[in-house]
């Protein structure tokens, strides 16, 4: 990763799916969504549940999809199943209210 990374202070959105999952494939559309939207205020990282398991584990994520919403403090919120883009709005807005 380049410098750019340690020196950004925008909250970091990760969204845990698998290939394996139909409604993480099928919300994937909707946080690409949110990246294009939000990329100002916010990070947005997809994270194969498969290939980091370690990183579910440690943010206590169980299955899939899931969005982590975290800053250099810590986990913000999270939302866990399949959600609408009105909810992830809902969900991010008082985050990035701020910013």
Do not use: Y
Not at 1 to 15: A, G, K
Request: aromatic residues 4%.
């Amino acid at each position: 990763s380049d410098v750019s990374d340690m020196t950004d202070d925008r909250p970091l959105l990760l969204f845990f799916s698998s290939r394996r999952s139909g409604p993480a494939r099928r919300m994937a559309g909707l946080v690409a969504w949110v990246n294009v939207n939000e990329k100002r205020r916010l990070k947005v990282v997809e994270v194969d549940i498969d290939a980091r398991p370690d990183l579910a584990e440690g943010l206590n994520v169980t299955g899939v999809p899931a969005l982590v919403l975290v800053d250099r403090k810590g986990v913000l919120g999270r939302l866990e199943g399949r959600v609408t883009g009105r909810q992830i709005d809902r969900f991010l807005e008082p985050h990035l209210a701020a910013r």
